[in-house]
């Protein structure tokens, strides 16, 4: 892989999301100075949470790259695996859209489209950069093992969020009331069809969008080559 074209890469997508982030945010302020309301407000929150498995993962990859410690890499890891949801969380944010809001239903539609667009591209590009990883140090299979589990986890984690009101925090600040809602809901599942029918649902549909992204760009969503040769 040309190391310059790899940075290029990363640089025009680092552009590329400055401009999405900013679009929304004007999006957001607009509405703000038009309404007089801070409502919707939360979806500028709902956008950093979901940059941070993005910048994670770019971390992770970097720590991959050098002589970083075990520690280092698991850490980066980790954290990109717990707010990885944050990303695709913000499509079910349409459930605040209404025609009582006080704004022309179409801007708050372009509004939440604008927000629910930029949280998947880059929980996409995030996904892409951890495979690319993992597919480069073990084998192309793995690293699409990965991006499956990657999306279940996700499409678990909307439901945790979304209907149980968990949050990526949780995980450090209330851990034993999580992993019992968790254990609950896992070895019960016919008194739980909601929680698979969530999981599997929107698990399914983030890796078809994934798997269309990805062979629409052969290049990948990451700016990285795919004809990348396996480290040994």
Known sequence: ?????????????????V?????????????????????LGFLAWNLFLAAV??????????????????????????IWLLFLPNAPYIITDFVHLN??????????????VSCAGTGLLLGYTSIADVQFVIARRFSPLAGWLLVVAAVLLSGFGIYLGRFLRWNSWDTLTRPRQLSLAITERVMNPLSNPQ?????????????LGYVALRFWQPATISGSERTEPRQS
């Open 53 to 78: 498995p993005a910048v994670a993962a770019w971390l992770f990859a970097r720590a991959m790259g050098k002589n970083s410690s075990l520690i280092e890499r698991v850490t980066w890891f980790v």
């Open 195 to 207: 929680t698979f029918g969530v999981t599997i649902v929107y698990g399914v549909g983030l890796f």
């Open 1 to 17: 892989m040309n190391p310059g074209a790899y940075r290029g890469g990363h640089t025009a997508r680092l552009l590329l999301f």
């Open 99 to 112: 025609t009582h809001s006080g704004m022309p239903f179409w801007y708050d539609t372009a509004l939440l």
């Open 19 to 39: 401009m999405l982030l900013g679009w929304c945010g004007a999006l957001l302020l607009f509405r703000f100075a038009w309404s007089g309301s801070l409502a």
